[in-house]
């Protein structure tokens, strides 16, 4: 058999490029015990489904068939689209053809916005390579391997759980398996922009500066070939020398109007190279921590905000389309959020995409949760890859002001170690943006929480999750609670809450109750009233979510039902509670007074 290849990072901005969609129903069959990956004596098969075979005669055995099997739809999971792969976890295999007539000087790529959790892939028989993590965006250059007329490809989606992943086997939320975002062929010319990052200088926000990077198939870029940088609304139109190493640096006097959740404004990004056009949206901001306040456009702001998992309102399942982003952002701005927490990985590119053109700052996460294996290299290498992955594609979208590297982990010098690293990485990537990590207090009484996980020395912003009358005390209890922190840094509360089945009523102090719920609400917005550093908050949940540690019957059915909203989209009534605090909050903030 053929070496696997590992993924290529995925091109900057895939929207922009010439694609041929490979969006709607595929073939698969369901392979629990990988016949069609491993012989017999458990070894990769050469004859796998992969080659997807047809019989040339009435004698021939070939025991699968993907024009008679079942049909998945792509984007989508398996788990809502067949009853019986409901619960189910292993390898599914995917097929479907496609016409293509390549073009000379042109370079295409097989682009996978997420495939959960490791892809296989298989072009007309022959593996081109594969990828692990489930929420990231990953690509192979086929240009050497397509052939003009009809081509088959095959994708082995394996979505079992393992101790040595990131995120690892215990986790909150339904593992959905599938080609959950959408799959195109892209196409560009073989001399082409890369990557680029565009963005108001750090040190100097009178002006606009970043890089370009070029990918060019000869031995040696051309001598004094350029970059053009065009911001037509700026009236910016400048030329950038590329360097040996393909790269344009450039920075360029300008006063835009700059985005903020008000208004975002962004501006119209056109990049030249060669033959190679690439258009952009981009906004421009300032973001930084200072003291224990959060500056955005250099003045404090307070984040009214909610937590999110990657669930459609639209239909069961995981959520990828720019509706599904729209309607979920909406709801989030309707409670009065000009901030969401996209937990607990990636979400897809429209969701950030939409942010930018909604105007909700985001704060975006890799699913380093729980009980990683900190001390194991191999698993550091997965969770900085996800990281990189994450951070380059999304890097030039102006909602975006917080990188978190993790959620609950528990304390330790390995852990500590694990996550500084991360964090570290994730400054040389992008140093303009803020780090964070949702952590948890650990020193603590009944009166008083104590901010002293050794991780709040090496974030920016401290995110904490903290379940005050649901997991630990009553409702009441959670009022007279004061906390502390020697760190001098801003506080997120990033979780809050209480399960809450919508429709069920009674007492306050009845558990699974709207009111219960309610309460929990009312008592946590006292408790965070008093707590000097708080700069945010992000309570859990803005919908009831899937999760397959949520088995009560008839309450919880499989579902965590903290949402503020049902899973049939009907509000609780800790819904308006946070809408109420919200409309405060944001109308002190128009008065001109402090939101804190």
Not at 294 to 297: E, M, Q, V, Y
């Given at each position: 058999m053929a070496n696997t290849a590992v993924a290529d990072i995925a091109i900057q901005n895939p929207d922009s490029r010439t694609a041929t969609s490979l969006d709607g129903r595929w073939d698969s069959i369901i392979d629990p015990y990988e016949n069609g990956f491993y012989n017999y004596r458990y070894e990769e098969s050469a004859t796998g489904y992969f080659k997807n075979e047809k019989p040339a005669s009435p004698s021939d055995l070939v025991e699968y068939d993907f024009s008679s099997s079942p049909k998945l739809k792509v984007p989508g999971d398996w788990n809502t689209q067949d009853e019986k792969l409901f619960l189910y976890e292993g390898t599914v295999w995917y097929h479907r053809d496609f016409d293509i007539e390549p073009k000379s000087g042109q370079q295409y790529s097989i682009y996978f916005g997420a495939v959960n959790y490791r892809a296989t892939v298989y072009l007309n028989g022959e593996k081109i390579g594969a990828h692990e993590g489930g929420f990231t965006p990953f690509q192979f250059d086929v240009s050497a391997?397509?052939?003009p007329g009809k081509n088959s490809l095959v994708v082995k989606v394996d979505n079992r759980r393992e101790r040595d992943q990131i995120p690892t086997l215990n986790t909150d939320w339904w593992n959905y398996g599938g080609i959950t975002r959408s799959v195109e062929i892209l196409a560009y010319p073989r001399t082409h922009i890369e990557d680029y990052f565009v963005q108001l200088s750090k040190a100097n926000p009178g002006a606009i500066e970043g890089w370009v990077k070029v990918n060019d198939?000869?031995?040696?870029?051309?001598?004094?070939?350029?970059?053009?940088?065009?911001i037509p609304e700026l009236n910016i139109k400048q030329k950038m020398n590329v360097n040996k190493a393909g790269v344009a640096k450039f920075s360029i006097p300008a006063k835009p109007v700059l985005w903020n959740p008000e208004a975002p404004k962004t501006y119209a990004v056109v990049l030249n190279y060669m033959q190679d056009v690439v258009r952009d949206k981009i906004g421009f901001r300032t973001i930084e921590a200072r003291g224990e306040n959060?500056?955005?456009?250099g003045k404090s702001i307070f984040l009214r905000g909610i937590s999110i998992h990657e669930e459609s309102p639209l239909h069961p399942?995981?959520?990828?389309?720019?509706?599904?982003?729209?309607?979920?952002?909406?709801?989030?701005?309707?409670?009065?959020?000009n901030f969401v927490r996209l937990a607990h990985y990636p979400h897809n590119e429209n969701m950030v995409k939409m942010a930018d053109e909604m105007g909700l700052l985001v704060w975006s996460e890799i699913p380093v949760y729980w009980t990683v294996l900190f001390n194991d290299p191999a698993v550091y290498a997965k969770a900085e890859a996800?990281?990189?992955?994450?951070?380059?594609?999304?890097?030039?979208?102006?909602?975006?002001?917080?990188?978190?590297?993790?959620?609950?982990?528990?304390?330790?010098?390995?852990?500590?170690?694990?996550?500084?690293?991360?964090?570290?990485?994730?400054?040389?990537?992008?140093?303009?943006?803020?780090i964070t990590a949702a952590l948890e207090t650990h020193n603590d009484t009944e009166k008083l929480k104590v901010i002293d996980?050794?991780?709040?020395?090496?974030?920016?912003?401290?995110?904490?999750?903290?379940?005050?009358?649901?997991?630990?005390?009553?409702?009441?209890?959670?009022?007279?609670?004061?906390?502390?922190?020697?760190?001098?840094?801003?506080?997120?509360?990033?979780e809050f809450g209480a399960d809450a089945l919508q429709g069920y009523h009674g007492d306050k102090d009845q558990r699974w109750t709207e009111e219960y719920q309610a309460d929990v609400y009312d008592n946590n917005l006292a408790m965070i009233a008093n707590i000097s550093f708080l700069r945010g908050v992000s309570p859990w949940i803005l919908r009831d979510f899937r999760s397959p540690r949520r088995p009560l019957p008839n309450i919880q059915d499989f579902w965590n039902r903290k949402g503020l909203i049902s899973d049939k989209g009907i509000k609780k009534k800790s819904w308006h509670i946070l809408h109420d605090y919200y409309l405060k909050k944001a109308d002190l903030r128009e008065e001109g007074k402090t939101d804190f």
């Open positions: 391997r397509i052939k198939s000869s031995t040696d870029l051309p001598g004094g070939s350029q970059v053009e940088i065009q959060i500056l955005l456009n399942g995981r959520a990828w389309s720019e509706e599904d982003a729209r309607q979920t952002l909406q709801s989030a701005k309707d409670l009065g959020c996800q990281l990189i992955e994450m951070i380059s594609r999304d890097k030039n979208r102006a909602s975006i002001i917080l990188w978190s590297m993790a959620n609950e982990t528990p304390n330790g010098a390995a852990r500590f170690k694990f996550i500084s690293q991360l964090a570290k990485k994730a400054r040389q990537l992008d140093d303009t943006r803020l996980d050794p991780l709040s020395a090496v974030v920016d912003v401290i995110g904490i999750n903290s379940y005050c009358g649901w997991y630990g005390g009553t409702p009441g209890s959670c009022v007279n609670i004061k906390w502390s922190s020697s760190y001098h840094k801003p506080m997120i509360m990033s």
